[in-house]
């Protein structure tokens, strides 16, 4: 297949591409600076000149390809545009600056899904979206048909997971790929490496209550498996987790990172995460195990990478 990968030089997306080419595949993938095509060239892809914000260029290149896998989110202020990065620093419901920012971002994700999506329209082509374990119902061990819950800490973001069951019953082959809180592995920029820089600052590796709420996680090559695997696979509307650790506890991922780093490991409050943590806060408080139980049973996806608190618990993650 001919697959056009967005995010396709992330962290994940980098990944994605070598598993597929290695299964055969041939991939052209989204760049946005000279930079970025020059990494896809040298990892065997090709390179599209675009960014999130041209609807036109993201149409011509799904509608050039068999298939699409859609990674790339705006998860910094650099991947907004100038006029959003303003309404979202200065005003505008919703009130505060972190959901007037969470809202410019999924706003820019919906649009460029309802775009990719487009050219695949009456098709049955697929389009492979990601989204977050954390878009569900808090507590409580979640599986697939489960819906995206509001009082989640991802709530904003699981609410898109819609747009795309909605272009599933227009003849694209779309599914969804829910990612955990950890995606572990070496190179890691995710919510893993924000804690323990959070950890260093504050000299102290706090969990909350007594630690027992659970993060899933997976490691990237494990993940990247799965997206090329319901790339061939998957259903129109499915979902399916990319979960190998269902739920580890806090207390014991907070233990790792205090042993490191050599500082206390203390429970706290709840209401004190945002203090330590500042928007990650909610993040480390949240109760969000997973199963992936029919994932691995309908796209015969198994994990086969190192844990999250074995791949934690190396020097890699504590380089200054």
């Known amino acids: 297949m001919r697959v056009f990968v967005t995010g396709a030089t992330g962290f994940i997306g980098s990944a994605v591409v070598r598993e597929l080419i290695g299964a055969g595949h041939t ?131 699981g609410a898109t997971e819609r747009v795309v069951l909605d272009w599933a019953a227009r003849g694209v082959r779309a599914s969804i790929i829910r990612l955990p809180p950890s995606v572990h592995g070496d190179g890691d920029k995710g919510l893993i490496p924000r804690l323990i820089g959070a950890v260093r600052r504050k000299r102290l590796s706090a969990f909350f209550g007594d630690g027992r ?43 790792v990172i205090g042993r490191r780093l050599g500082v206390p490991v203390e429970s706290r409050p709840a209401n004190e995460a945002p203090r330590l943590l500042g928007w990650l806060g909610p993040f480390a408080a949240a109760d969000n195990p997973a199963s992936s139980a029919r994932t691995r049973e309908r796209l015969g996806w198994q994990p086969q990478q190192p844990g999250l608190l074995a791949d934690l618990d190396r020097p890699g993650y504590f380089g200054r």
């Open 213 to 255: 709420n659970r993060w899933p996680a997976v490691h990237r090559l494990d993940a990247a498996r799965l997206f090329r695997l319901a790339l061939e696979q998957g259903e129109a509307g499915g979902r399916y987790h990319a979960v190998a650790d269902e739920g580890v506890a806090f207390r014991d991922i907070a233990g």
């Open 27 to 157: 991939v052209t993938g989204l760049a946005r600076t000279s930079k970025a095509a020059k990494r896809l060239v040298a990892a065997g892809a090709e390179a599209h000149h675009g960014t999130l914000h041209d609807p036109d260029s993201l149409r011509q290149a799904a509608a050039a390809a068999d298939g699409v896998i859609h990674l790339a989110f705006a998860h910094g202020l650099s991947g907004l545009t100038l006029a959003a990065r303003l309404r979202a620093l200065l005003g505008g419901a919703p009130a505060g600056i972190v959901p007037r920012f969470m809202a410019a971002t999924t706003g820019l994700d919906r649009h460029a899904i309802d775009a990719l999506a487009a050219a695949l329209a009456s098709t049955g082509r697929p389009l492979v979206t990601a989204f977050g374990t954390m878009g569900l119902v808090p507590g409580g061990r979640t599986g697939e048909e489960d819906e995206p819950d509001p009082r989640s800490p991802g709530a904003m973001r």
